[in-house]
């Protein structure tokens, strides 16, 4: 079928002014298409860009929520370690101080009395050397003087216990109540040295033992209120003597040693860190080297009492 054409349609017109008119059409035809190109573009750069942004700012939340965990995740850790560190007195834990000298296994605590002082810290280099971690019974007045001492005891995972403020005998053996006093105030200060107020060792060291001697019947009184005060009480079953004169040699501090752990499973070992010990520093590595000839493992009170 043929297309038939209104001869009218085109009245006025010829071939030019036609040629004019399709070209017209063409270009605007032509313009549209490219500014719907163009819009297309814009369109497709703007997605792109959206994305990419997008994208970013996902990056950014998801590196924000790790960083926020791993943050959390630190806190947590450092809580537990915290609260790891601070010794918890339980019934196994008492049952584990009366039964402190048996065990089936050799193992010997190092602990060191008096403390701290200028010689501490090349004590716990040497522990340090050794991986060991021992037991400090500290004096409250010698904290005072080395709190950064302290600090570095307690950072370094050794166990800090109590032996009273002033270590002046006719002070803390005055009455009973005067022992505990200077428990709690030694103790007040050692938990506020290290930054933990709640810090409470629960082991106290009877400057000269829990035994015997002048003031035997006070002693025996203030264990009863220690224990009534969540306070437990241990003395030593070996020594290496450096206490017991003024100037002992390795040679006498070693033979000590010997003599007090021969044949002994569970070994807790009296020493001194303070002020005039320089001895004990000296004589240390000897200590430990002849105790791991023994065959003993190192332990302190943190698996006693936690």
């Given at each position: 079928?043929g297309?038939?054409?209104?001869?009218?349609?085109?009245?006025g017109?010829?071939?030019?002014s036609?040629?004019r008119?399709v070209?017209?059409?063409?270009?605007?035809?032509?313009i549209?298409v490219?500014?719907?190109?163009?819009?297309?573009?814009?369109m497709?750069?703007?997605y792109?860009?959206?994305?990419?942004l997008?994208?970013?700012?996902s990056?950014q939340?998801?590196?924000?929520?790790?960083?926020?965990?791993?943050?959390l995740?630190?806190?947590?850790?450092?809580?537990?370690?915290?609260?790891?560190k601070?010794?918890?007195?339980?019934?196994?834990?008492?049952?584990?101080?009366?039964n402190?000298?048996?065990?089936?296994?050799?193992?010997?605590f190092?602990?060191f009395?008096?403390?701290?002082?200028?010689?501490?810290?090349?004590?716990l280099?040497?522990?340090?050397?050794n991986?060991?971690?021992a037991?400090?019974f500290?004096?409250?007045?010698?904290?005072?003087?080395f709190?950064?001492?302290?600090?570095?005891?307690?950072?370094?995972?050794?166990?800090?216990?109590?032996?009273?403020?002033s270590?002046?005998?006719?002070?803390i053996?005055?009455?009973?109540?005067?022992v505990?006093?200077?428990?709690?105030?030694?103790n007040?200060?050692i938990a506020?040295?290290?930054?933990?107020?709640e810090?409470?060792?629960?082991?106290?060291?009877f400057?000269g033992?829990?035994?015997?001697?002048?003031?035997?019947?006070i002693?025996?009184?203030?264990i009863?209120?220690?224990?009534?005060?969540?306070?437990l009480?241990v003395?030593w079953?070996?020594?290496?003597?450096?206490?017991?004169?003024?100037?002992?040699?390795?040679?006498?501090?070693?033979?000590?040693?010997?003599?007090?752990?021969?044949?002994?499973?569970?070994?807790?070992?009296?020493?001194?860190d303070?002020?005039?010990k320089k001895?004990?520093?000296?004589?240390?590595?000897k200590?430990?080297?002849?105790l791991?000839?023994q065959?003993?493992?190192f332990?302190?009170?943190?698996?006693?009492?936690i």
């Amino acid at each position: 079928m043929g297309i038939f054409l209104n001869r009218d349609q085109y009245y006025g017109y010829n071939i030019y002014s036609m040629k004019r008119y399709v070209d017209k059409k063409r270009i605007i035809f032509n313009i549209v298409v490219i500014i719907l190109i163009i819009i297309t573009l814009c369109m497709i750069i703007y997605y792109i860009t959206d994305t990419k942004l997008r994208l970013e700012k996902s990056k950014q939340y998801l590196a924000q929520m790790i960083e926020q965990k791993n943050e959390l995740d630190k806190k947590a850790k450092e809580e537990a370690e915290r609260k790891a560190k601070i010794p918890q007195l339980t019934e196994q834990g008492k049952q584990n101080i009366k039964n402190i000298y048996k065990s089936e296994t050799k193992r010997v605590f190092l602990t060191f009395d008096d403390g701290p002082s200028i010689n501490t810290n090349d004590v716990l280099n040497i522990l340090k050397e050794n991986d060991i971690k021992a037991t400090f019974f500290v004096l409250g007045k010698q904290v005072e003087y080395f709190p950064e001492t302290t600090k570095r005891i307690y950072d370094e995972g050794h166990y800090i216990a109590n032996h009273g403020y002033s270590h002046i005998y006719k002070n803390i053996y005055n009455t009973p109540e005067q022992v505990l006093t200077e428990y709690n105030q030694c103790n007040e200060i050692i938990a506020k040295t290290i930054g933990i107020p709640e810090y409470n060792s629960h082991l106290f060291r009877f400057p000269g033992g829990s035994i015997g001697g002048k003031y035997a019947k006070i002693k025996e009184q203030a264990i009863s209120l220690l224990e009534q005060n969540n306070i437990l009480h241990v003395d030593w079953n070996a020594l290496t003597g450096d206490s017991e004169k003024v100037n002992p040699t390795e040679e006498y501090l070693m033979n000590n040693l010997q003599q007090t752990t021969n044949e002994k499973n569970s070994v807790v070992i009296l020493m001194h860190d303070s002020q005039s010990k320089k001895i004990t520093v000296d004589c240390l590595p000897k200590v430990i080297e002849y105790l791991r000839q023994q065959g003993y493992v190192f332990d302190n009170f943190y698996n006693i009492l936690i």
